[in-house]
């Protein structure tokens, strides 16, 4: 699987575990799979949450 923007974050949280914590240090909570799936939503693409966070999708 490769990651871009049009990812769905539950997608990439289930096959990368080990980057749950990164949108925890975006401000995310992202202390389990379930609490950021209640925040972000589970059909949710990293696009979007990329947007709401105000984050350069490039970077």
Partial sequence: MKINSQSNVKEIINKYPQTLPIFST????????????????ETSMLKTILEVKDINQDQ
């Fill in 26 to 41: 975006v401000g995310f909570n992202g202390s389990s799979i379930d609490d950021l799936m209640d925040e972000v939503g």
